[in-house]
């Protein structure tokens, strides 16, 4: 198995628990949560390597030593540490300065772009990413504060977007600096760009009859998942302009999940965190096997 996104190694341990004969590459790009992962998964060291890359990178470039993965796992969430303990500006509540990137050697921080980007150039970001009805406004009120001086910490940032959406909007389900954050969080550490990479490479070195599978926690990440997913399922790829199929294609992939498997009741209950999570699978065909989705 390959856990795409390793992170404190929570599903790489229940999976290393529940099934004695398997072993997992662990990959993550954060120096930090690998550590953490290594120390958690301290019991199960014969059974699991660790790999300090980006997904996608990782599958670009497959360790030859490795055989073709029967599972690949990628749970596209940030972890409850970036948010709670690592410092570095993912949640808006705290003082923290403005960082957010997951790879702490990456060249442009969170306060990077909020300080030097233009103003369309961040309206773009917080409405493409975030998709924030309010992100023209919110770019004005970050270019307006910035003239005085520079945004450091995270807090400041969640006052100014706090002050400049309207009054009864401030007062919604979501903190009204929520998708703002988002959306400069996928921007430092280019998550959009990356993952039609992680589907693509990902699907190529799944052994045959291997399973795929991704939890997404915006509709962004799903749409992109959902849509992949199905091409493979489908016998012909031709435009949907051409009236006569000429690729001569068959479907590569059987959808496990017809449609996105969300968390119960009782698991948002005792897992907050999970209520916005999707989850998707595929099952690489063998050659010549027949979809049955």
């Not at 705290?94 to 702490?104: N, Q, S, T, Y």
């Not at 909020?114 to 970050?142: H, M, P, Q, T």
């Amino acid at each position: 198995m390959v856990d795409g996104t390793l992170g404190e190694g929570g599903h790489t341990e229940a999976f290393l628990t529940r099934y004695g004969c398997l072993t997992v590459a662990g990959v993550d790009a954060d120096s930090v949560m690998l550590n953490r992962a290594k120390t958690r998964l301290a019991d199960f060291s014969s059974r699991i390597k660790f790999f300090n890359v980006w997904s996608d990178s990782f599958f670009s470039a497959y360790p030859e030593e490795l055989p073709a993965p029967e599972i690949i796992l990628c749970d596209l969430g940030i972890s409850l540490f970036h948010y709670e303990k690592s410092g570095r500006g993912f949640s808006f509540r705290a003082g923290e300065p403005l960082d957010m990137r997951l790879d702490p050697s990456y060249p442009e921080s969170a306060a990077d772009i909020v300080n030097k980007r233009s103003e369309s150039d961040l309206a773009d970001i917080i409405f493409k990413f975030g998709e924030e009805r309010y992100s023209r406004r919110i770019a004005s009120s970050i270019v307006l504060r910035r003239k005085g001086a520079p945004f450091r910490v995270a807090s400041d940032l969640a006052e100014c977007v706090y002050s400049a959406v309207p009054p009864a909007y401030r007062h919604g389900k979501l903190h009204p600096a929520t998708r703002t954050f988002q959306a400069l969080r996928i921007a430092v550490n280019g998550e959009l760009e990356r993952l039609p990479r992680i589907l693509e490479k990902g699907f190529s070195v799944l052994a045959e009859g291997g399973l795929f599978g991704v939890i997404t926690f915006h509709s962004l990440e799903d749409r992109m998942v959902k849509n992949y997913f199905r091409n493979l399922s489908r016998s012909c790829t031709c435009p949907p302009e051409m009236p006569i199929c000429k690729c001569g294609g068959k479907p590569r992939a059987e959808l496990i999940t017809k449609k996105a498997v969300k968390p119960s009741e009782e698991e948002k209950r005792v897992n907050p965190p999970s209520r916005s999570a999707r989850l998707r699978v595929v099952r690489k065909l063998i050659c010549g096997e027949k979809s049955s989705a």
